[in-house]
């Protein structure tokens, strides 16, 4: 029976947490701004890291990729302080890549809620109808 926590997960979750400080507190380029680690893959040798992150406040794609041009600038010098940190015999090369399951999300949200706002004014509309033939019935 497979274990439910592997080594590349139990590595992938330490990268996690590292890189999220390590990204806040190290890197000092200000055209990055607030990023957040969303998650971390692990290929099964541990030779190389997707990292996926978000970033606070995107307007539109060219600050997404300049952010991430910074970061996959700066994976080579966050590698060597990743080595300090954690004991592993190699750390895996990082790659950045942008999550955008959160704004997914809130596009998705979003739909959702005209949907209910226009069910609603249906559903009212149907009622009224119903009330004057009622009365009209009567």
């Known amino acids: 029976m497979?274990?439910?926590?592997?080594?590349?997960?139990?590595v992938s979750d330490q990268i996690k947490r590292e890189l999220a400080?390590?990204?806040?507190?190290?890197?000092?380029?200000?055209?990055?701004?607030?990023v957040t680690v969303s998650a971390?893959?692990?290929?099964?040798?541990?030779?190389?890291?997707?990292?996926?992150?978000?970033?606070?406040?995107?307007d539109d794609q060219q600050p997404v990729d300049e952010k991430l041009a910074v970061l996959n600038h700066?994976?080579?010098?966050?590698?060597?302080?990743?080595?300090?940190?954690?004991k592993l015999r190699t750390i895996p090369?990082?790659?950045?890549y942008y999550d955008d399951s959160i704004s997914r999300g809130r596009y998705l949200?979003?739909?959702?809620?005209?949907?209910?706002a226009a069910d609603g004014q249906h559903r009212s509309?149907?009622?009224?109808?119903?009330?004057?033939?009622?009365?009209e019935a009567e």
């Not at 949200?109 to 209910?116: G, R």
């Open 2 to 10: 497979a274990r439910e926590y592997s080594r590349t997960q139990r």
């Open 21 to 34: 400080s390590l990204i806040q507190l190290e890197i000092k380029d200000p055209r990055l701004g607030m």
């Open 40 to 58: 971390v893959e692990v290929s099964k040798d541990l030779a190389y890291a997707k990292v996926y992150v978000t970033f606070l406040a995107i």
């Open 74 to 86: 700066a994976a080579g010098f966050l590698r060597s302080v990743l080595a300090k940190s954690i």
């Open 93 to 96: 090369q990082l790659s950045f």
């Open 109 to 116: 949200s979003s739909l959702i809620d005209k949907a209910m």
């Open 125 to 135: 509309a149907e009622s009224g109808e119903q009330d004057n033939t009622n009365q």
